[in-house]
């Protein structure tokens, strides 16, 4: 929904359940760690906008995007929760690196969607340029992590 015509971080506000009661994973990856923090307070921001406690969004950091998989995986068998937000920034390179780690987290997020009882939500930045990302995390196309938290709140409200 990173187009022209959509903003990430806009959306009625009437429309989001009460999260009060719900508790959130949240994985992050540190790559592109200026971007990826910033999706990161996106994230806790509308959560809490929207009644979730502090204490119940548990953050946990893995090194790339690569991992985010895994780091998900783990955190959907240590805790008990209610929807898991995957959080990265993978950014074109000269090499087909960029297609293998895309691709990777997809297919993994994917996996998990069907493996585990709760939903995994795909917050992962895939820009041609950082000046896309920085765009998309706070910038003139809102913020990657309001959209993946607000997504996260409606699918545990429908589905929980
Ligand atoms: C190696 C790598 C590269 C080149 N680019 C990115 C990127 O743009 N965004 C990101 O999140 N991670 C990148 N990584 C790291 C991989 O995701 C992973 O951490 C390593 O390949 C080790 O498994």
């Avoid at 999706?39 to 995007?65: F, Q, W, Y």
């Avoid at 780690?101 to 950082?130: A, E, K, R």
């Amino acid at each position: 929904m990173a187009t022209a015509y959509q903003n990430l971080s806009a959306y009625d506000f009437n429309s989001v359940p009460d999260a009060s009661k719900m508790r959130f994973g949240i994985v992050v990856a540190e790559w592109n760690k200026e971007i990826t923090e910033k999706l990161l307070e996106g994230a806790c921001n509308t959560l809490e906008r929207h009644g979730a406690k502090t204490e119940n969004i548990i953050i946990s950091r893995v090194p790339g995007s690569f991992e985010l998989v895994y780091g998900a995986k783990k955190m959907a068998e240590m805790k008990d929760l209610h929807a898991i937000i995957i959080l990265g920034c993978v950014i074109r390179g000269d090499t087909p690196h960029f297609d293998y780690v895309c691709s990777g987290v997809t297919q993994g997020v994917t996996q998990l969607n069907l493996m585990y009882n709760i939903p995994f939500i795909f917050g992962l930045l895939t820009n041609d340029t950082m000046q896309q990302s920085i765009d998309r995390a706070g910038g003139i196309h809102g913020n990657k992590g309001d959209e993946a938290a607000v997504t996260a709140i409606k699918m545990v409200h429908t589905f929980g």
